[in-house]
Antibody, heavy 121, light 109 residues
Framework: QVQLVESGGGVVQPGRSLRLSCAASGFTLSTSGMHWARQAPGKGLEWVAVIWYDESRKNYADSVKGRFTISRDSSKNTLYLQMNSLRAEDTAVYYC??????????????WGQGTLVTVSS | QTVVTQEPSLTVSPGGTVTLTCASSTGAVTSDYYPNWFQQKPGQAPRALIYSTSNKHSWTPARFSASLLGGKAALTLSGVQPEDEAEYYCLLYYGGAVVFGGGTKLTVL
């Protein structure tokens, strides 16, 4: 069955970088669009980025554009989120999520359990 | 800035029916907005319920249904169960990005 496991979270100082990973199993990344979303402590969900199944599109929320980069390694079946110039307001649980096959790449289906990123000096 | 608005909170009795809505600051919600609905319980990751307006995932209980209603996306729970108490989020597509609503806290009482 589909499983998504995020890793790479932790405590990082403002201005520094961090790379999150999302290991996928039960399907191949090249067949599905993939998203990153986040949730600040006690707050609602915020969409972060999407990568199309064929990598033809990568889109970002305005709040992270120019600082975050979504990518994937098909050989490892792993999705990444490179986060640079981190700010306190980036503190959140980060989730990766899969789009349903055959549907719009903007739809969501399976979610991982999330990894916590804390930006603090 | 695009805003997606949901009812902050709703209360429903067990066995009852409740409709949650999702409105866009840009105007009427249509199927072109690919409305999605999610359920989140405390301490858990979100769980997808509905995609592309009204399509259910294989795990979505039959008591959940979704539609477009009065210019909004709507999620209806019929025959509400105690385990349906949760936060519910909608999501809408805006030409190259998606935006989550602020969430509706559903209390079953």
């Amino acid at each position: 069955q589909v499983q998504l496991v995020e890793s790479g979270g932790g405590v990082v100082q403002p201005g520094r970088s961090l790379r999150l990973s999302c290991a996928a199993s039960g399907f191949t990344l090249s067949t599905s669009g993939m998203h990153w979303a986040r949730q600040a402590p006690g707050k609602g969900l915020e969409w972060v980025a999407v990568i199309w199944y064929d990598e033809s599109r990568k889109n970002y929320a305005d709040s992270v554009k120019g600082r975050f980069t979504i990518s994937r390694d098909s050989s490892k079946n792993t999705l990444y989120l490179q986060m640079n110039s981190l700010r306190a307001e980036d503190t959140a649980v980060y989730y990766c999520a899969k789009s349903p096959g055959g549907g719009s790449g903007w739809d969501f289906q399976h979610w991982g359990q999330g990894t916590l990123v804390t930006v603090s000096s | 800035q695009t805003v997606v608005t949901q009812e902050p909170s709703l209360t429903v009795s067990p066995g009852g029916t409740v409709t949650l809505t999702c409105a866009s600051s840009t105007g009427a919600v249509t199927s072109d907005y690919y409305p999605n609905w999610f359920q989140q319980k405390p301490g858990q990751a979100p769980r997808a319920l509905i995609y592309s307006t009204s399509n259910k995932h294989s795990w979505t209980p039959a008591r959940f249904s979704a539609s477009l209603l009065g210019g909004k996306a709507a999620l209806t729970l019929s025959g509400v169960q105690p385990e349906d108490e949760a936060e519910y989020y909608c999501l809408l597509y805006y030409g190259g990005a998606v935006v989550f609503g602020g969430g509706t806290k559903l209390t079953v009482l």
